[in-house]
């Protein structure tokens, strides 16, 4: 099946500062990459996604960079603020299994 | 709309009783998905249905889960005989199609003493 494998587990920055989560997957042929935002005791909420006919998405502090070759994609936050702290999960939808695989998630704290 | 509407939001029971956590999607969307999220395995997928019929139960742990799909307006998941590491939050999501986006309930917090 599907392997989505997550970095890193933790990641504190500096409240202004820019914080980058990578993603790597097994499925060549996986073709939908979205990014959810967890906070504390909260459901999981979609933030972002891409299709593999594009190589990078923006919305606002928000960005995603897809390398279908290398296999492997990554979230981008800009700018972070104090709100921006939670667990981050990737997931890759898995042609073959026809459903979502999800990285381990990133915890991301960001410091005022 | 309403989002994805999950009951209980919070259930504490005995080990060995049955448990039952309630799904609603949000109307239109013909994919409903189940999981649990624990702080050692993460966010696990355990069944995922599409127009109502169950597609994948290969996460399901065991046999004392299981989950039905009476109509495209309700899902349960039930727990028969529940055990403590059972406890974790339940979640449920649905969506328009399988590759579409997922949007999640508010999950339901199971503890089983």
């Known amino acids: 099946g599907e392997n989505v494998e997550q970095h890193p587990s933790t990641l504190s920055v500096q409240e202004g500062d820019s914080a980058v989560i990578k993603c790597t997957y097994s499925?060549?042929?996986?073709?939908?990459f979205p990014w959810y935002k967890q906070e504390l005791g909260k459901r999981p909420q979609l933030i972002i996604d891409?299709?593999?006919?594009?190589g990078e998405k923006k919305d606002q502090r928000i960005a995603v960079t897809l390398n279908k070759t290398a296999k492997h994609f990554s979230l981008h936050i800009t700018e972070t603020q104090p709100e921006d702290s939670a667990v981050y999960f990737c997931?890759?939808?898995?042609?073959?299994?026809?459903?979502?695989?999800f990285g381990g998630g990133t915890r991301l704290m960001v410091k005022p | 709309d309403a989002g994805v509407i999950q009951s209980p939001r919070h259930e504490v029971t005995e080990m060995g009783q049955e448990v039952t956590l309630r799904c609603k999607p949000i109307?239109?969307?013909?994919?409903l998905f189940w999981y649990r999220q624990t702080m050692m395995r993460g966010l696990e997928l355990l069944i995922y249905?599409?127009?109502?019929?169950?597609?994948?139960d290969s996460g399901m742990p065991e046999d004392r889960f299981s989950a039905k799909m009476p109509n495209a307006s309700f899902s349960t998941l039930k727990i028969q005989p529940s055990e403590p590491r059972d406890s974790a939050v339940y979640f449920c999501?649905?969506?328009?199609?399988?590759?579409?986006?997922?949007?999640f309930g508010d999950g339901t917090r199971l503890s089983i003493l």
């Open positions: 891409i299709r593999s006919n594009v």
């Open positions: 109307s239109g969307h013909n994919s």
């Open positions: 997931a890759a939808f898995y042609n073959a299994g026809n459903m979502l695989t």
């Open positions: 499925d060549s042929a996986s073709n939908y």
């Open positions: 999501a649905s969506s328009e199609g399988a590759r579409q986006p997922q949007h």
């Open positions: 249905f599409n127009n109502n019929v169950p597609i994948d």
